[in-house]
């Protein structure tokens, strides 16, 4: 399989426009302040902070929240009663995916004025599983493409897999690395033809790309290196993430590298949801049509 990538519009062959960017907006005006490279420093660097919005697609995002907000009262009830579909395919999203699911033939339609707004996920049956892992059932997981990506390159997707199952679960992470997993997250890598950025060797030279949010190695959130016990754990306590993401991402036609917020930067801390930048090994480069 092999992905197309458009050639860069010119400015003026694409308006700005409010509300979900397209992919050309993306490419025209918020264009990528990282790359692939800077941006798995970012992910192994063990504060995954470093990940930005750019800041005027935040500004955006902030002005479309307002309307959302005061039309469903709250993004996760937006998140509910409109933009995951749970266990259909993803297609709402105007950043449309290289990897396709089966099609199901669904739309989603937005509940009418008036309507009753649910506020909770759908409850979950006494069979549910316990915790998140490569074999969750379909109906417990909506992956759509984030509609306000990081600031990734054109040739990278940023996907969101949300999931109404805990990823931080007591059956996974051990006592001894609760703590760490509270500050640091989770994150990995799959598909790589080389180890990932050591962050001590690469971090300084990746900074000055996050210099319009002031970051500086004196002020990143990181925890003191792990032992190896605790290396061990903090992989077990990521592994069933690792493995969903290895199924999905086939690893002989796409490098990924993925990450579970803690809780201090978890946007929609009532959802969980793993973040992944995918990237295809082989793409074609074309003409916009």
């Known amino acids: 399989m092999t992905r197309e990538i458009a050639e860069q519009p010119q400015t003026n062959d694409v308006p700005l426009r409010t509300g979900l960017p397209t992919r050309e907006e993306l490419l025209v005006h918020y264009p990528a302040k990282f790359t692939w490279n800077q941006l798995k420093t970012f992910v192994n660097s063990g504060d995954l902070g ?136 989770l994150w990995g890598f799959t598909g790589n033809t080389s180890p990932p950025p050591s962050p001590s060797s690469t971090l300084p030279s990746c900074l000055p790309a996050l210099s319009d949010w002031n970051i500086t190695l004196e002020n990143m959130v990181v925890s003191e290196k792990p032992s190896e016990e605790e290396e061990i754990l903090v992989r077990r306590a990521g592994g069933e993430v690792h493995e969903f993401v290895k199924r999905r991402w086939d690893e002989s036609e796409w490098e990924t590298a993925w990450f579970v917020n803690p809780p201090r930067l978890q946007s929609v801390p009532g959802l969980a949801h793993i973040h992944v930048f995918a990237k295809q090994k082989k793409l074609v480069l074309r003409g916009l049509d």
Do not use: C, M
């Open 50 to 185: 470093l990940l930005k919005r750019d800041k005027k697609l935040q500004k955006r995002y902030d002005e479309w929240a307002v309307g959302i907000v005061a039309k469903y009262g709250s993004i996760v009830n937006y998140l509910l009663n409109y933009r995951l579909q749970w266990g259909k395919a993803d297609t709402l999203s105007l950043l449309t995916s290289a990897l396709k699911d089966e099609p199901r033939n669904v739309k989603a339609v937005e509940p009418p004025n008036g309507s009753v707004i649910v506020k909770e996920p759908p409850p979950l049956p006494s069979d549910a599983p316990e915790y998140f892992s490569v074999d969750t059932p379909a109906e417990y997981i909506s992956i759509i493409q984030n509609d306000w990506p990081y600031s990734v390159p054109a040739e990278v997707e940023h996907t969101l897999i949300w999931t109404r199952i805990p990823i931080f679960h007591p059956s996974l992470i051990s006592p001894l690395i609760k703590s760490r997993i509270e500050q640091d997250g």
